[in-house]
Nanobody, 124 residues
Framework: QVQLVESGGGLVQAGGSLRLSCAASGLTVSSYAMGWFRQAPGKEREFVATVTRIYGTSYYADSVKGRFAISRDNAKNTVYLQMNNLKPEDTAVYFC?????????????????WGQGTQVTVSS
């Protein structure tokens, strides 16, 4: 049974940093495309970042490029999202997702497995 468990969310002031973690069980993160998405109240779920299977190529939404970094620790079977210079518009529930495909995947419908989400709130 696949489980993705996010952690690391919280309340931070604008300009601050957070690191989200996604601990996986039932799959090997290096063999899956792993993604981070977010959903603010009243808005659709949107792509944040992804790292491809095997080679680990990363890809970002324009809104977070240069501020966020996705990485994975194969030994811990965990994917991270380092978020720097946070802005109030980054406030959302952040979700980790996984799918067993190659290439870059940035649409929510591309992903098969999802975590329960972790809340990130950025105050101005």
């Amino acid at each position: 049974q696949v489980q993705l468990v996010e952690s690391g969310g919280g309340l931070v002031q604008a300009g601050g940093s957070l690191r989200l973690s996604c601990a996986a069980s039932g799959l090997t993160v290096s063999s899956y495309a792993m993604g981070w998405f977010r959903q603010a109240p009243g808005k659709e779920r949107e792509f944040v970042a992804t790292v491809t299977r095997i080679y680990g190529t990363s890809y970002y939404a324009d809104s977070v490029k240069g501020r966020f970094a996705i990485s994975r620790d194969n030994a811990k079977n965990t994917v991270y999202l380092q978020m720097n210079n946070l802005k109030p518009e980054d406030t959302a529930v952040y979700f980790c997702a996984a799918v067993l495909v190659s290439g870059i995947r940035s649409a929510p419908n591309d992903y098969e497995y999802w975590g329960q989400g972790t809340q990130v709130t950025v105050s101005s």
